[in-house]
């Protein structure tokens, strides 16, 4: 019984849920680690990060929520991407050594992937159709006790 109900929801996850769901993980590590390693006091890379996160851990429960997340984090994330990459082109050049260039293409597969996940988003918007987290957060801490009359 419980197997089964697994594999329906492992089923109910096509790649237009997987795709942008390792995209929104991967990309929140890629921004948290970042802002661990290089600089501390870019605190918008901790915020967005956390974001990205926060997307793929409501996209793995299929949350309909998901979807505004990820609507709503798209500008900011391309515009920071974005910029960073037109900086860095600006400042150092495309390609003046190996770890430059190594920035560069994760900026720019970064924003491939940030616009493909988008679009996988809106296409697979109607299966994100439950609140399973927000619901366990409404949920009581204690279960109420039976009153007798």
Do not use: C
């Amino acid at each position: 019984m419980v197997a089964r109900r697994l594999t329906e929801e492992f089923a109910e996850r096509t790649a237009g849920i997987w795709v942008p769901f390792v995209f929104y993980a991967v990309g929140g590590v890629y921004m948290l680690a970042f802002w661990g390693l290089f600089d501390r006091t870019a605190y918008h890379l901790l915020v967005l990060g956390g974001l990205s996160i926060i997307t793929a851990v409501a996209l793995y429960f299929l949350s309909r929520w998901a979807y505004w997340l990820g609507i709503f984090t798209f500008p900011l994330l391309f515009a920071l991407f974005a910029y960073g990459l037109t900086f860095s082109v600006n400042v150092v050049g495309w390609y003046p050594n190996i770890p430059n260039a190594l920035l560069n293409v994760s900026m720019i597969l970064y924003l491939v992937f940030l616009t493909l996940s988008l679009l996988l988003l809106i296409d697979r918007r109607n299966i994100l159709k439950n609140d399973r987290i927000l619901d366990m957060l409404r949920k009581p801490l204690a279960a109420p006790s039976a009153e007798k009359q």
